[in-house]
Nanobody
Framework: QVQLVESGGGLVQPGMSLRLSCEASGGTFSDYTVAWFRQAPGTARSFVAALNFRGVVSYVDFAKGRFTISRDNSKNTVYLQMDGLKPEDTAAYFC????????????????WGQGTQVTVSP
């Protein structure tokens, strides 16, 4: 059983940056694909980025060039660096993990964190 705990959310102004962290416990972190999703009020949870156990990354279009996913297996932690934040990036951000090699759908992931809120407002 893998437990995931996100941190790093907050209130920022447009154009600023945030780095989200997600620390895992209870499994061999390097065996898992890790990912970030987000969910704004009244919308479905949607894929942002993933990084698999081979180091292959994937991003949704809006994240390309602004967001960067990375991992530190020695710290059992995955990060999401978000630059150039926009008001439409406001959402709860969730990390997820699974043993599949290239998951991008919510139903592909077995383990989820509780989420961290990101609010982008002037």
């Amino acid at each position: 059983q893998v437990q995931l705990v996100e941190s790093g959310g907050g209130l920022v102004q447009p154009g600023m940056s945030l780095r989200l962290s997600c620390e895992a416990s209870g499994g061999t972190f390097s065996d898992y694909t890790v990912a970030w999703f987000r969910q704004a009020p009244g919308t479905a949870r949607s894929f942002v980025a993933a990084l698999n156990f081979r180091g292959v990354v994937s991003y949704v279009d809006f994240a390309k060039g602004r967001f960067t996913i990375s991992r530190d297996n020695s710290k059992n932690t995955v990060y999401l660096q978000m630059d150039g934040l926009k008001p439409e990036d406001t959402a709860a951000y969730f990390c997820a993990a699974d043993r599949k090699s290239s998951p991008t759908r919510t139903r592909d992931f077995t383990y989820w964190g509780q989420g961290t809120q990101v609010t982008v407002s002037p």
